[in-house]
């Protein structure tokens, strides 16, 4: 396949940046698109040129670090897939692709396509965690937990932080993401002593990071690459406003 990309090239976060684009040629309809990038990045070294930073790490679809909108779409068109999991066959000999970071206040650029998307380290930091002394692995069966929430919490904790729900939020909303991380935790026994501190905090260290507000257009769960649905940002609202009423006692 020849193709032409379309790649945001930025040299730092007070750079203006721009579009820049450039011929691939030969790429294997079987390479993935980060291979596709490989490919460019070699020829840009070849030929003494800068080459295009971008975040990757397992290429496996699971560390969450592949980071860029392609043709507009989080991840790319390829539904419920990362960006090193799409594969050139999605694309057509001859096409031009736009690459581009993903856009929002809470993810300054840093260089190129890489984000700073620190400020889901500090929602972390904020609650995603339990204080409730394990030692060594438990027995399995020690606490028992109702396989309806088990699966819930298992579905919330397959997110991987890759921040494409914000990227796709026209508000640049984390909402989808925080909700995943109280889900996951407040629906295990082990979660429930700090259940309402949990979501208050990492809610408000959502809003000191500077992600907007969620107003549930939805776009969050349709670039997902994990399918965590759209229905945990109201069980994070209710869960929050049970907080609150239990923090007036």
Wanted: charged residues 25%.
């Amino acid at each position: 396949m020849d193709i032409q990309v379309r790649v945001w090239r930025q040299s730092d976060s007070s750079d203006k940046g721009r579009m820049v684009t450039y011929d691939v040629k030969d790429i294997s309809p079987d390479a993935s698109f980060l291979e596709m990038l490989d490919v460019l990045n070699e020829k840009l070294i070849l030929d003494g040129a800068d080459p295009v930073a971008f975040d990757h790490d397992c290429r496996e679809g699971i560390c969450g670090m592949c980071s860029m909108v392609i043709d507009g779409v989080a991840h790319g068109p390829q539904r419920a897939t990362t960006t090193c999991q799409l594969h050139m066959r999605h694309f057509k000999d001859g096409d031009v692709i736009d690459v581009e970071p993903w856009r929002a206040a809470a993810f300054p650029v840093i260089k190129d396509l890489v984000v700073d998307r620190s400020a889901f380290d500090r929602i972390i930091q904020a609650g995603g965690y339990i204080t409730a002394p394990t030692g060594a692995a438990p027995e399995a069966h020690a606490t028992p937990v109702p396989k309806k929430d088990a699966d819930l919490a298992f579905e919330a904790a397959t997110c991987i932080a890759c921040g494409a729900c914000v990227a796709a939020c026209p508000n640049g909303s984390s909402m989808l993401f925080t909700a995943a991380k109280v889900a996951h935790l407040g629906l295990m026994p082990q979660g429930q002593p700090e259940r309402d501190t949990r979501v208050i905090d990492m809610l408000q260290a959502q809003d000191d990071a500077g992600f907007g507000g969620c107003t549930n257009m939805g776009e969050c769960a349709e670039v997902c690459p994990k399918g965590i649905p759209l229905n945990l940002i109201g069980r994070l609202n209710s869960d929050y406003r049970k907080a609150l009423r239990n923090s007036a006692r």
